[in-house]
């Protein structure tokens, strides 16, 4: 897995779906003027949550996002940003987001403490699954939110108390795995390849918390696990 975004502490499910105006500037107003809507009936991406390929748009489309891997000057550059690896190109959001579901590449999401606080949001964990992302690195998770996650199939995992991206040294052209048995609250190891070939094992809590989010995760989200269940009966 690749890394989307290396993100801090505090990220909101506006940070991961906004609900504000369309500019007509955004993946979501390009893709709304090629459908030929025109600009004063874009309305706020909160409108469009019945049609994915607006919404999905939205994903980490706020433009006070801080992605840690995109910095100028030594300071990082504050909106819906991303830098594709390996080449390092920095791009917007949604551009990196097409490029890595055109190379079939898995993603996950680096993040700090108290990730996806803020109102619920279905969207702020669609948009991260369909995008690509297959499990989400922090230091904590809000609750619904991660319970969201698994609705999704998305992993939550949690670093151990101390450790973190900036103690880790992420700079987000490392790759990533997840290596163990998947079980509620389990040690798993988060296997970090770096760029000149370095590997580290980092220790991290799988956060499936119950036997039933593993076997949502196991199928793929809660809709697969429903289709299961009605074709087992």
Not at 99 to 128: C, E, F, H
Request: hydrophobic letters at 40%; one cysteine or more.
């Amino acid at each position: 897995m690749r890394p989307l975004a290396i993100l801090g502490d505090n990220i909101t499910t506006d940070h991961l779906s906004p609900s504000n105006a369309i500019l007509a500037s955004s993946a979501a107003g390009e893709y709304l003027t090629k459908m030929g809507v025109p600009e004063e009936d874009f309305n706020s991406y909160a409108t469009h949550r019945g049609d994915h390929l607006t919404a999905q748009r939205a994903t980490f489309a706020n433009p006070k996002l801080f992605n840690e891997m995109v910095k100028e000057n030594g300071q990082i550059k504050q909106g819906s940003l991303a830098r594709i690896e390996p080449e390092g190109k920095v791009t917007r959001m949604w551009e990196a987001i097409e490029t890595y579901m055109n190379r079939k590449q898995p993603l996950i999401v680096i993040a700090g403490a108290d990730y996806g606080q803020g109102s619920s949001r279905d969207w702020a964990a669609k948009g991260v699954r369909l995008a690509g992302v297959e499990a989400i690195v922090a230091e904590g998770f809000e609750r619904i939110h991660r319970t969201n996650l698994v609705g999704m199939g998305v992993l939550p995992l949690e670093f151990k108390p101390g450790v973190n991206r900036h103690s880790l040294a992420l700079d987000g052209t490392e790759l990533f795995d997840v290596v163990g048995e998947i079980k509620p609250g389990a040690d798993l190891a988060l296997v970090v390849t770096r760029q000149n070939g370095e590997k580290l094992d980092v220790a991290v809590t799988c956060r499936l918390d119950t036997a039933d989010e593993v076997h949502v995760y196991q199928a793929g989200g809660v809709l697969q696990r429903f289709a299961q269940d009605f074709l087992a009966q």
